[in-house]
């Protein structure tokens, strides 16, 4: 076989013949912004070298990882004392993970899930918003969302209904 036995056919935009009805192909416009990943900015060594309660916290952190073990009880920290400097580099280092929940009880409480897996940021609120406690926690998942639920603990079998409820 020769590449001259191969046969040359005509493909894509005005190759086909045009339809009998004279309507016209038309393809669905793709996006044209897209979103990519940033890392975020390193601070030098001399902007941290003093932030001792973030440089604290992250030891406390990596000890705890170190020890926990599956089934340990959740360990807790509570950096609420840090100051904004500390804060921002705690929360740079922990970044956000794709979960998040809110607590609506006796108090309120917004909890975000860390980059790392098991690392939760727990912030108890006052009736403005502002954060009265940080906790940093390590365990499958955070304090609260363990806490009864409709008479039961999330660690007690629940019945889900079999429908989903509209709008969801």
């Known amino acids: 076989m020769k590449l001259g036995d191969i046969p040359v056919v005509m493909i894509g935009p005005g190759s086909q013949p045009p339809e009998e009805d004279g309507a ?3 393809y669905i416009s793709m996006p044209s912004d897209m979103a990519t990943y940033t890392a975020p900015r390193t601070p030098e060594p001399e902007e941290v070298e003093n932030l001792l309660g973030a440089r604290e916290a992250m030891r406390w952190l990596q000890k705890t990882l170190d020890d ?3 089934g340990s009880a959740p ?3 509570n950096i609420s004392g840090l100051d904004a400097a500390n804060r921002d580099l705690v929360n740079q280092i922990l ?4 979960v998040s929940a809110q607590y609506n009880g006796d108090f309120r ?3 975000q899930e860390s980059v790392l897996a098991g690392v ?3 912030f108890y609120l006052d009736a403005s918003d502002r954060i009265t406690h940080d906790l940093l926690e390590v365990g499958p998942s955070p304090y609260l969302a363990r806490l009864p639920l409709g008479g039961k603990t999330a660690d007690q079998e629940m019945t889900l209904p079999d429908e989903v409820p509209p709008g969801v």
């Open 95 to 98: 970044g956000e993970g794709e």
């Open 68 to 70: 926990y073990r599956d």
């Open 109 to 111: 409480a917004r909890i």
């Open 24 to 26: 016209q192909l038309e």
């Open 75 to 77: 360990e807790l920290a």
């Open 120 to 122: 939760w940021r727990t």
